[in-house]
């Protein structure tokens, strides 16, 4: 006996439904084995550079409160779980080859103590050589003065304490770097030390 449309129309949705209802659950299970939480994600990644502990900067104002960058910008901002003045920034600086870069900068104490990135597409060989921690360490160990404007970048041979050399060949790299660090200064000077500039 042959069933009716009605019945068969029926049937096929049911069919469908039940499969939805399958793969809905399966896609939910491998989601909850897979799912990265990426601010947990970040956290972990600024201890590993920091190597301690760190909670997320905290102040009334915010983190990003009445501060305005120039070609850069301030992701997000950790401090030292044991106290003093560390911090951990992820900064972001403007016109690298391939748009913009991520640098983790830790600052302790007024002074830039390591710089690491983040987040890069840079031209390995050329660009990437403005990546390395060779590279950073002209940024290293600058105290940030409320008076310090940033650093300034050169081609060639430095003459002024706040001047770095932008490696040969990658000059836009080294200016996303620059930018990226006068991001972290500006925000330390403005948000830690009060300096308004």
């Known amino acids: 006996m042959r069933k009716s449309l009605g019945y068969e129309i029926f049937m096929t949705a049911l069919v ?3 499969i ?12 909850s084995v897979t799912y990265v939480d990426e601010s947990k994600l970040l956290t972990e990644k600024a201890e590993a550079f920091f190597g301690g502990k760190l909670d997320p900067y905290s102040s009334p104002e915010g983190f990003m409160a009445e501060t305005t960058y120039d070609h850069g910008d301030v992701i997000d901002v950790f401090q030292s779980q044991k106290g003093g003045e560390s911090y951990v920034l992820i900064v972001e600086g403007e016109g690298a080859y391939k748009g913009t870069l991520r640098l983790l900068v830790c600052i302790t104490n007024g002074r830039i103590e390591k710089i690491a990135k983040y987040e890069a597409n840079e031209t390995p060989g050329l660009g990437s050589k403005a990546l ?5 360490k002209q940024y290293c160990g600058k105290v940030i003065t409320p008076d310090f404007k940033g650093f300034a970048l050169v081609k060639g041979e430095t003459h002024a304490p706040d001047e770095v050399s ?14 990226a ?3 972290a200064v500006k925000w330390y000077q403005s948000r830690i030390k009060g300096v308004a500039r």
Do not use: D
């Open 16 to 18: 469908l439904v039940v």
């Open 20 to 31: 939805a209802g399958v793969a809905g659950a399966l896609l939910g299970f491998v989601n």
């Open 132 to 136: 390395e921690e060779s590279y950073f």
């Open 166 to 179: 932008a490696v040969s060949g990658a000059s836009k790299s080294s200016t996303a770097v620059t930018n």
């Open 181 to 183: 660090v006068n991001a």
